[in-house]
């Protein structure tokens, strides 16, 4: 991902915690490594983490990640559209909201 893209609580947090933030990348490196799935599949399984969350940056990131792997925005409204009956429709409403602020730039 471009650094430009990416949050300046973000890019501050990695200036200050250099280390955490390396390790943090590198667990996510290799979670994604460590079974068949392939990097779109896997940011929209990370999407929908988000979402259950309710966790906007986390949503914008993961919105943005699975873009750049390929997927269309009609899969990644999918994704969240799935959740409907396990998260709520007021958190699926939120989560496609946050997905506009990334998909609608």
Same mark, same amino acid.
């Given at each position: ?8 609580? #973000? ?5 200050? #915690? *250099? ?8 667990? @996510?490196?290799?979670? &994604? !490594? !460590? @079974? *068949? /799935? ?5 940011? /929209? ?8 969350? &309710?966790? %906007? @940056? ?5 919105? &943005? &990640?699975?873009? %750049?792997?390929?997927?269309?925005? %009609?899969?990644? #409204?999918?994704? /969240?559209? /799935? ?16 997905? +506009? +602020?990334?998909?609608?730039?």
């Amino acid at each position: 991902m471009s650094k430009e893209k990416l949050p300046k609580m #973000y890019m501050d947090f990695r200036k200050r #915690y *250099p280390k955490v933030s390396a390790a943090v990348e590198n667990l @996510g490196k290799a979670a &994604r !490594a !460590a @079974g *068949p /799935l392939n990097k779109k599949t896997s940011h /929209l399984i990370q999407l929908s983490a988000a979402a259950a969350m &309710r966790s %906007e @940056g986390s949503v914008h990131s993961h919105v &943005r &990640r699975a873009i %750049e792997a390929g997927a269309k925005k %009609e899969e990644i #409204y999918h994704t /969240l559209i /799935l959740l409907t009956s396990t998260i709520g429709f007021p958190a699926v409403s939120a989560a496609i909201s946050w997905a +506009d +602020d990334v998909i609608k730039k």
